[in-house]
T-cell receptor, first 113, second 112 residues
Framework: GESVGLHLPTLSVQEGDNSIINCAYS??????FIWYKQESGKGPQFIID?????DKRQGQRVTVLLNKTVKHLSLQIAATQPGDSAVYFC????????????FGKGTLLTVNP | GAGVSQSPSNKVTEKGKDVELRCDPI?????LYWYRQSLGQGLEFLIY????????KSGLPSDRFSAERTGGSVSTLTIQRTQQEDSAVYLC??????????FGPGTRLTVL
C-alpha cells in the first residue's frame, strides 16, 4: 500500500537556526497534507496544512512547501526555539479521503540552547 | 472551551483482561477518531465516527477491538482479552471541519 514517509528520523539544530523537516508521500491521489507537532506525553497538535492546489503556505514562523512533481512535503521553522523541540509528523488524507489521515513515522527535532 | 479529554491517562493491565478507554470530544464536534501510536511510530488509524452514519471500522486490528459512541458525543474503545502487542498510546481526536483534527492527550496502555 501507499504510505507517507520521512527522510530524516532525527534533526538537531542550534537555537535561532532555521529547521527543515522533510516528508515523502507516494499516494498521488492525496490532496491534503498536514503537519503535526507532538511534545512528549501529549497528543499531536496541528501546525499547518496545505492543499494540493498550492505549493507554499506560511504561518507564524512556519512554512510548508509542497512539490507534487516529486511528491515531497517539507516544514520549515524559522528561528527555531527550545520550545520547538518535539516530534513532527506529516499526514496525508489517504487517497483523497475526506477524513482518513495516513501519518508518517515522525522526525524528532531537538533544539540546542 | 475544553479540548479533547481522555481517561484514564495511564492503564496497566494483565494479559487477557478487558480494558475500556474513554474519549470526551470537543463539544459540537461531529467527527471522532481513534488512533493507536506504538513507541517511536506514527499514528495508526483505528476507527472513525461521523454523526449518525455507520462508523468506519476498517482500521481495527482484530475483533478484540470495538468502539462505540453514545449520543454523538462520548466514545469508548474496548479491547477484549488484551495481549502484550496491544501496549501503545491510544489517541482520540475530534473535528468539526473535515481534516482539522484536534487530539486528546492519549491513554498509555501497558499490558503485562
Amino acid at each position: 500500500g501507499e504510505s507517507v514517509g520521512l527522510h530524516l528520523p532525527t534533526l538537531s539544530v542550534q537555537e535561532g537556526d532555521n529547521s527543515i523537516i522533510n516528508c515523502a508521500y507516494s499516494n498521488s491521489a492525496s490532496d491534503y497534507f498536514i503537519w503535526y507537532k507532538q511534545e512528549s506525553g501529549k497528543g499531536p497538535q496541528f501546525i499547518i496544512d496545505i492543499r494540493s492546489n498550492m505549493d507554499k503556505r506560511q504561518g507564524q514562523r512556519v512554512t510548508v512547501l509542497l512539490n507534487k512533481t516529486v511528491k515531497h512535503l517539507s516544514l520549515q521553522i524559522a528561528a527555531t526555539q527550545p520550545g520547538d523541540s518535539a516530534v513532527y509528523f506529516c499526514a496525508e488524507n489517504s487517497g483523497g479521503s475526506n477524513y482518513k489521515l495516513t501519518f508518517g513515522k515522525g522526525t524528532l527535532l531537538t533544539v540546542n540552547p | 472551551g475544553a479540548g479533547v479529554s481522555q481517561s484514564p491517562s495511564n492503564k496497566v493491565t494483565e494479559k487477557g483482561k478487558d480494558v475500556e478507554l474513554r474519549c470526551d470530544p470537543i463539544s459540537g464536534h461531529t467527527a471522532l477518531y481513534w488512533y493507536r501510536q506504538s513507541l517511536g511510530q506514527g499514528l495508526e488509524f483505528l476507527i472513525y465516527f461521523q454523526g449518525n452514519s455507520a462508523p468506519d471500522k476498517s482500521g481495527l486490528p482484530s475483533d478484540r477491538f470495538s468502539a462505540e459512541r453514545t449520543g454523538g458525543s462520548v466514545s469508548t474503545l474496548t479491547i477484549q482479552r488484551t495481549q502484550q502487542e496491544d501496549s501503545a498510546v491510544y489517541l482520540c481526536a475530534s473535528s468539526f471541519r473535515l481534516n482539522e483534527q484536534f487530539f486528546g492527550p492519549g491513554t498509555r496502555l501497558t499490558v503485562l
